[in-house]
Each structure stands twice: as structure tokens, then as C-alpha cells.
Nanobody, 124 residues
Framework: QVQLVESGGGLVQAGGSLRLSCAAS????????LGWFRQGPGREREFVAW????????SYVDSVKGRFTISRDNAKNTVYLQMNSLKPEDTALYYC?????????????????WGQGTQVTVSS
């Protein structure tokens, strides 16, 4: 199994920045692609970003392109989500997840392992 633990969430004003981290343990970290999802109150879980096993390829939902950057450090078994120019609509519980499937999947069902989430709240 793979265990994932998110950190870095918090309260920030609109226009501010946060960097989320997700530390992994268990199976070989580099063998998995990683995704970030988010879920606001009363909403379904939404795909945010994906990064391939090597870290050379990424994918983002349109609403965060140009503002969010996903990266990974395989030596540290950690994936990051740098969030800039935050908006109130970014408020959600953010999850990291791992998959061994190819093709930049953007649905929760494609991911095998999930963290517990970290809360991001953006005030206006």
C-alpha cells in the first residue's frame, strides 16, 4: 500500500499563495503518477492537477491553469501543489492521490490511494 499525508493548507486572502505538500510512504513513490483533487462543501470531488511518474508531464483543470503548478521530488517522496493568485472559489478540502494508470486520468475512480486532505480557505 501507499500512504499519503497532505499538509500546507490554511486561510489566505484572495490573491495570496499557498503551497501544499503530500508526503508518501510504502510502495516505490516513483512508480506512481500523482494527482490533486479538491472538494468544496456540498460539491463533488473535482480534479485539479496531475503529474506523471517522471515529473516531466503535467495536466491541469482549466480553472487553475496559469495559477497552480504541480511538481514532485521523487528523492523526497513528495508531491507539491503551488497555488498562486488564489480565489474564493478555490476554497475546498484538497486531496492528493496516486495512480499507476497512464494517460493523465482526471477521475477519482482512476486513483488507488488517497490522503486525508488539507483545508484551503480563501477569503475575499
Amino acid at each position: 500500500q501507499v500512504q499519503l499525508v497532505e499538509s500546507g493548507g490554511g486561510l489566505v486572502q484572495a490573491g495570496g499563495s499557498l503551497r501544499l505538500s503530500c508526503a508518501a510512504s510504502g510502495r516505490t513513490f516513483s512508480g506512481y503518477a500523482l494527482g490533486w483533487f479538491r472538494q468544496g462543501p456540498g460539491r463533488e470531488r473535482e480534479f485539479v492537477a496531475w503529474i506523471g511518474r517522471s515529473g516531466l508531464t503535467t495536466s491541469y483543470v482549466d480553472s487553475v491553469k496559469g495559477r497552480f503548478t504541480i511538481s514532485r521530488d521523487n528523492a523526497k517522496n513528495t508531491v507539491y501543489l503551488q497555488m498562486n493568485s488564489l480565489k474564493p472559489e478555490d476554497t475546498a478540502l484538497y486531496y492528493c492521490a496516486a495512480t499507476n494508470r497512464a494517460g493523465a486520468p482526471n477521475t477519482p475512480s482512476a486513483y488507488d490511494y488517497w490522503g486525508q486532505g488539507t483545508q484551503v480557505t480563501v477569503s475575499s
